[in-house]
């Protein structure tokens, strides 16, 4: 769905494996890596969406993460003239994205590119936490710094508890 801006909502996901570390993908065919994200179709809740995504692009259901944290609110973020596109019959600029900080809770081996037609990954990885602000495109940047940001409080806490289990 795109607003009247050009902005396209979305839905963007940071998966942990609650030991500090980030799912990051890489898009088919290139050397770009990204969370996982997708555009809400109509009618779609960002929870809907979310995990349609979320099986959509690395194969995992609702069962096999938990939702720690839902970003305030939207992050916007421009896209270069080269990449943008018609879609419904308007231009779309940018995304305006609902970040999820999930957590793990089945095994990694389930992640998986083949749920579609259209895989958008074929390879991921586990990474530090904020290793992204590097790895994404520049447009992103500074959009994975806001959301990241946000989840970062919680998500040391959460790192503490989880360190203090295994010890």
């Not at 030991?19 to 065919?29: D, E, P, T």
């Not at 879609?87 to 970040?99: A, H, P, Y």
Request: aromatic fraction near 12%.
């Amino acid at each position: 769905m795109i607003d009247k801006n050009g902005l396209r909502k979305n839905v963007a996901l940071v998966l942990s494996d609650g030991l500090g570390r980030v799912l990051l993908a890489k898009r088919l065919g290139q050397e770009a890596w990204q969370f996982p994200q997708g555009g809400v179709d109509a009618g779609e809740t960002y929870e809907q969406a979310l995990f349609r995504e979320l099986r959509e692009e690395i194969g995992l259901g609702s069962e096999d993460v938990a939702i720690i944290q839902v970003s305030k609110h939207c992050f916007k973020y421009k896209i270069p003239s080269a990449f943008q596109r018609i879609s419904e019959g308007r231009l779309c600029v940018g995304q305006k994205q609902k970040w999820f900080f999930l957590q793990l809770a089945t095994s990694p081996s389930r992640v998986r590119f083949d749920c579609t037609d259209t895989p958008e990954f074929d390879d991921w990885r586990w990474v530090s936490y904020w290793h992204p602000l590097n790895a994404v495109v520049p447009f992103k940047r500074k959009v994975y710094r806001s959301a990241l940001l946000e989840f970062s409080e919680k998500n040391y806490a959460l790192q503490l508890t989880n360190y203090d289990q295994d010890n």
